[in-house]
């Protein structure tokens, strides 16, 4: 079997190393030049997929900018971008490029498969149309499903064999052929009626996350003036074996999917005069938090009697989740520069990302950021970095993800809270007043 993959990205490029690794031929077709020679050389740019196991599966994938190398294939999978306009309208340009070249090279009992997360009928209104422009019938002369991609990026318990695989055809031959193609790479496939079951199934799992989220970020801003500690709310709350599903609150979404895909969503419920409210405001709560998030620390440096200007504030983790180096959309892009913008000397360090886009900034180690910072704040917690360790080594530190929760837990007033007392070592006292859950703690730590 040959197979062709459109779009080396976050989703393209570990489903082209997990066909070569089952035994399939790969033509690996990206528009950009530099992710094409980064693919021929065995040079992984995307954290999942280790260079090693790149280099492993690179005999088997013709990565290549030349959409003719697609032709002959027994199926392509399309996997471009899915973005937002600046109007917060789909921007369906890449997709229907990809659909343009496609058409251009399909032949008779070829299989189309759309991986991109988009709107319920995408696949149907706007895919099928452009590829018929090769005078080959969908459904008839050639097959055509949607099947979403549910990579999750830095995940290691769930992988593409182990999470199930949805699959929605135009026609239930389409499905099956599709079927049988996933089943090489993935240990079970979920068949659903149609390509716009299967499209709005993707949106409803991204949805849930986002209305979720937004949940416990708006509970957080609450329990901030009520002086109520929302880490302990939540872990009492995820005590109770049923019915409860745990979310934390976090400065913010970000990352390619959650702070995008709702939208897609939203703007077709609109040509059937309906207004998502959930997604409205899910998204409107979520891009509140680096706005909350920022006053928090304004009110940290105060309790030091600093203002944000002239303060040097460094920020640990920029990407938008932990351990991996995607900043797209990323919180800490809003949070620096709102910083930025109040004056404040800003550095970062963070270990997967040795650039800031559009912030000049570069990563510095861990020490140098920390060395003269008047504020620490804590935005991805990576897994790689020690952040007990800030604690006590700076004036004061804003923990937006809570992960500084569990030193001296325990020690005072049981789990969860640390608030009145621990053992935070060296803990030069910010502020030294107890002033609730939105209060400094003992070593100067604020949480979220
Ligand atoms: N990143 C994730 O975690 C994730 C998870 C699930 C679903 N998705 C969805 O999968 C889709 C792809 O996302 P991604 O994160 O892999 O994007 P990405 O930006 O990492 O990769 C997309 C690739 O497509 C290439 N491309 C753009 N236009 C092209 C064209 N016309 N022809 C050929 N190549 C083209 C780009 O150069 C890029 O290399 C999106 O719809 C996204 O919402 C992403």
Same mark, same amino acid.
């Given at each position: 079997m040959r197979i062709g993959i459109v779009g080396l990205g976050y989703v393209g490029l570990p489903l082209a190393v997990a066909f070569a690794e089952a035994g399939v031929e790969v033509v690996g077709f990206d528009v950009d030049s530099r992710r094409v020679a980064a693919v021929s050389a065995g040079d992984s740019y995307i954290e999942d997929v280790s260079s090693e196991r790149l280099r492993g599966a690179v005999g088997a994938i013709d990565a290549t900018t030349q959409p003719d190398a697609l032709a002959g294939v027994d199926a392509v999978l399309i996997c471009v971008p899915t973005p937002l306009t600046a109007n917060r309208e789909p921007e369906l340009g890449p997709l229907l490029a990809a659909g343009r070249t496609v058409a251009g090279v399909l032949r008779e009992g070829e299989l189309v498969v759309l991986e991109s997360t988009t709107y319920p009928g995408t696949t149907r209104e706007r895919l099928v149309p452009l590829l018929e422009e090769s005078g080959l019938a969908a459904g008839r002369d050639f097959h055509v499903a949607f099947s979403p991609e549910r990579v999750d990026p830095g995940r290691t318990d769930y992988t593409m064999r182990n999470t199930p695989k949805v699959v929605g055809g135009l026609t239930a031959a389409c499905t099956e052929r599709a079927a049988a193609l996933y089943e090489v790479i993935c240990d079970e496939i979920v068949r659903v009626s149609s390509p716009e079951a299967a499209e709005l199934s993707k949106l409803l799992e991204n949805i849930f996350r986002s209305v979720n989220i937004a949940l416990v970020n708006e509970l957080a801003m609450l329990t901030d003036r009520m002086g109520i500690d929302i880490w302990e709310v939540i872990d009492a709350a995820a005590t109770k074996p049923y019915g409860f599903m745990r979310f934390d609150p976090g400065p913010g979404m970000g990352g390619h999917c959650m702070p995008v895909d709702p939208f897609y969503l939203s703007w077709r419920a609109r040509e059937f005069d309906f207004a998502t409210e959930f997604i409205e405001l899910a998204g409107k709560i979520n891009q509140q938090m680096p706005y909350h998030c920022v006053a928090k620390i304004e009110r940290a440096?105060?309790? /030091?009697?600093?203002?944000?200007?002239?303060? *040097?504030?460094?920020?640990?983790?920029?990407?938008?989740?932990? $351990?991996? $180096? =995607?900043?797209?959309?990323?919180?800490?892009?809003?949070? /620096?520069?709102?910083?930025? !913008?109040?004056?404040? =000397?800003?550095?970062?360090?963070?270990?997967?990302?040795?650039?800031?886009?559009?912030?000049?900034?570069?990563?510095?180690?861990?020490?140098?950021?920390?060395?003269?910072?008047?504020?620490?704040?804590? &935005?991805?917690?990576?897994?790689? &970095?020690?952040?007990?360790?800030?604690? %006590?080594?700076?004036?004061? &530190? &804003?923990?937006?993800?809570?992960?500084? #929760?569990?030193? $001296? #837990? !325990?020690?005072?007033?049981?789990?969860?809270?640390? *608030?009145?007392? $621990? =053992?935070?070592? %060296?803990?030069?006292?910010?502020?030294? +007043?107890?002033?609730? +859950?939105? !209060?400094?703690r003992p070593g100067g730590v604020t949480l979220l």
């Open positions: 440096l105060n309790d /030091v009697a600093k203002p944000v200007r002239g303060s *040097r504030v460094a920020i640990l983790g920029v990407s938008y989740k932990a $351990g991996v $180096g =995607d900043t797209r959309e990323s919180p800490a892009l809003k949070i /620096v520069a709102l910083l930025t !913008g109040l004056g404040a =000397d800003v550095v970062y360090h963070d270990p997967h990302v040795a650039e800031l886009p559009g912030s000049g900034l570069r990563s510095q180690p861990l020490a140098a950021a920390l060395e003269g910072a008047d504020a620490a704040v804590i &935005v991805t917690a990576h897994p790689s &970095v020690d952040h007990d360790a800030v604690v %006590g080594r700076v004036p004061v &530190v &804003v923990d937006l993800r809570g992960v500084t #929760r569990s030193r $001296g #837990r !325990g020690a005072t007033d049981g789990a969860g809270g640390d *608030r009145a007392g $621990g =053992d935070r070592a %060296g803990g030069a006292v910010a502020g030294g +007043a107890e002033t609730g +859950a939105g !209060g400094a």
